[in-house]
């Protein structure tokens, strides 16, 4: 995924991706609702399949 912190603006971190471009913007709390996560991995361009394997040990 290699997506690297480009900034802050207020309770949200801002994710960029180069190759291919990709930029989201996450919101920096504790829990998020399940539509917002949702929202974020297709933003990234990644599948739900894609992102629980990349986030699973």
């Known amino acids: 995924m290699d997506f690297m912190s480009s900034g802050r ?3 949200h971190i801002i994710l960029r991706r180069d190759k291919p471009f ?3 913007v996450v919101p920096d709390h504790k829990e998020l609702d ?3 996560l949702r929202s974020i991995i ?3 361009g990644l599948s739900i399949d894609e992102f629980s394997r990349s986030t699973s040990p």
């Open 42 to 44: 297709r933003q990234a």
């Open 9 to 11: 603006k207020g309770s």
């Open 22 to 24: 990709a930029q989201v």
């Open 34 to 36: 399940r539509g917002t």
